[in-house]
């Protein structure tokens, strides 16, 4: 698995009482990552209307035997359209962040990590 990390920080505001702290905030949420497609990518439409296309990413580990298999979501028109044309056992590059997802499900409150892609490249 690849990962890459930038410097980043932002500035945020707390009230204190009758004075303001300034706290810099460190967080990122930004990831890279290069493998195969598991199979064809599926488009699903959520209760709100919103469409999602779903695959699975194949990644080899680096420091010991096996894989990991990661679930990808393309929300945005044009990484739908991309993630929809590919194949199984294809390599791709995929930039983007990872989110946990909640839901409603029958048994109550129901949820998952996924990474969320940005971006799409074929390798």
């Known amino acids: 698995m690849t990962a890459t990390v930038k410097s980043k920080k932002s500035l945020t505001t707390k009230k204190s009482s ?3 702290e300034q706290e810099i905030d460190y ?3 930004d990831l890279l ?3 195969r497609v598991s199979a064809p990518a599926t488009t699903k439409e959520l209760p709100s209307g919103d469409k999602v296309v779903e695959f699975r990413l194949i990644i080899t580990r680096e ?3 096996g894989v990991d ?3 990808i979501a393309a929300w945005s028109a044009k990484s739908r359209k991309i993630a ?3 194949d199984s056992d294809e390599w791709i590059e ?4 990872i989110r946990r997802r909640f839901w409603q499900s029958p048994a109550g409150v129901a949820s ?3 990474v969320e892609a940005a971006e799409i490249l074929r390798l």
């Open 18 to 20: 009758s004075r303001e």
């Open 33 to 35: 990552l290069r493998g």
């Open 94 to 97: 995929v930039s983007g962040s």
């Open 112 to 114: 998952r990590w996924q």
């Open 69 to 71: 298999t990661l679930d």
């Open 27 to 29: 967080s990122l949420n």
């Open 84 to 86: 929809l044309t590919l």
């Open 63 to 65: 420091s010991r035997e």
